[in-house]
């Protein structure tokens, strides 16, 4: 009895490890919460990511169902390069208050769904970040601190190394219409004036990850490729290599009295909004599209209204994958903003005999958004534009590159620099 009692106790705390272990990430944790958006300076599509000692700021924008205002407030906390907590005090790395209330909403009008559009800027009046690195926002209810409403990620760069990197074909010659290569060097930044002492290029003390446009699964860490006369160099190895992909599919719903681009059918049902999008086609065997669209990103915005914000609707937008058979290797994903660059049960289509057909039923806020159908082998962790999209050497996809930097004496991994190609 003792024997099994001893034994699940130490079952329960693996648990509990496990799940602690797990890296921060971009997550809404109830379906009240829909559109939640984090940009620099309240420029739409831009990344959340700040420069150390700037007047910079992020503007936080979501909603929540239901027609009454709540009290929700928000807390910040100091995060390592994996994404994990670190050791950090809150007055190590803000000076004023960690935490705040939500201040400023404004409820729907003229929608048929109801709901309070909340938004906030951050750091608040009077506070200021004092180290680079990763940040976790959390918002949660007044009454219950210990309820998360949602998280998202941003960063701080104090841009204290020069970071330079170009985009071409493989090194190794293989597949060279079908994949990107990243190369990256860095140099000491000869115009930085921050109190931060400069870090040195000693590549024991660096951490250059890369990623390709919001995705999380194929991120990677870079290694060191040698030196030239002005500093250090990361390329020609694999990690540097990344799958073309294609140009994301496209569709909008700013207008909900007829249909726009890429949208089939659009109704009331119900007191509802419905929108059909047209047949989504399996594009891997197709010839490369040029158009050039968001890149997986979202703008909310609605056609025949003057705010945006509050007298945007919400539409059940249908998405219809034709196949005669379903996958019996692996599960399709609609991966972008829209379903917050992740692959779990609320991105991933399920197929229907009856239609033969891949389906799925996304609750989206009017406005125009960017998207791919990424295919996960069964398995893996990382997916495949390959097997729907097709992969392209000509793709202008957005990387985005982040240096940290942690030498013996520093208490926290430091983002020394960043570029988005």
Known sequence: MYRLLFATVLLLLAAVGSAAAQPAADSNWTESVRTVTLCKNGVELEAPVLTLGSSDQLLLRFDVMGPEADNYRWRIRHCDRRWQP??????????????????????????????????????????????????????????????????????????????????????????????????????????????????????????????????????????????????????????????????????????????????????????????????????????????????????????????????ADYVQVNFVLPRATPFLDGQVYVVGDLTQWKMDEQSRMQYDMTLGAYTLRLRLKQGYYAYQLLFLPMGQHVADTRTLEGDHYETPNNYYIFVYYRSPLDRYDRLAGYLKL
Do not use: C
């Open 86 to 311: 670190d050791d950090l005090e809150p007055y190590d790395y803000i000076s004023g208050f960690e935490e705040g209330a939500v201040d400023n909403y404004n409820t729907s009008f003229t929608t048929q769904t109801d709901y309070v559009n909340y938004y906030q800027y951050l750091p608040a009046a009077h506070s200021r970040l004092l180290a680079s690195g990763n940040y976790l926002l959390e918002v949660f209810p007044q009454d219950h601190p210990d309820s998360t409403l949602f998280t998202r990620r941003f960063w701080v760069v104090e841009n204290s190394l020069g970071v330079a990197a170009a985009v071409g074909k493989p090194y190794d010659n293989a597949a060279i219409f079908e994949r990107q290569e990243v190369n990256v060097a860095l140099g000491e930044n000869l115009d930085y004036q921050g109190d931060l002492q400069p870090p040195s290029l000693n590549p024991d003390y660096l951490h250059v990850l890369v990623r390709q446009n919001g995705r999380t699964d194929n991120e990677r860490e870079l290694r060191f490729g040698g030196y030239d006369r002005q500093g250090l160099l990361y390329q020609n190895h694999p990690e540097n290599i990344f799958d073309g992909g294609n140009t994301f599919r496209y569709f909008d719903i700013s207008n909900i009295r007829t249909p726009m681009y890429n949208v089939q059918q659009i109704a009331d049902y119900g007191g509802d909004w419905f929108a059909v999008l047209k047949p989504l086609e399996d594009r891997s065997r197709k010839r490369f599209d040029n158009e050039t669209v968001l890149n997986g990103g979202m703008k909310v915005n609605v056609w025949d209204r003057d705010d945006k914000q509050t007298q």
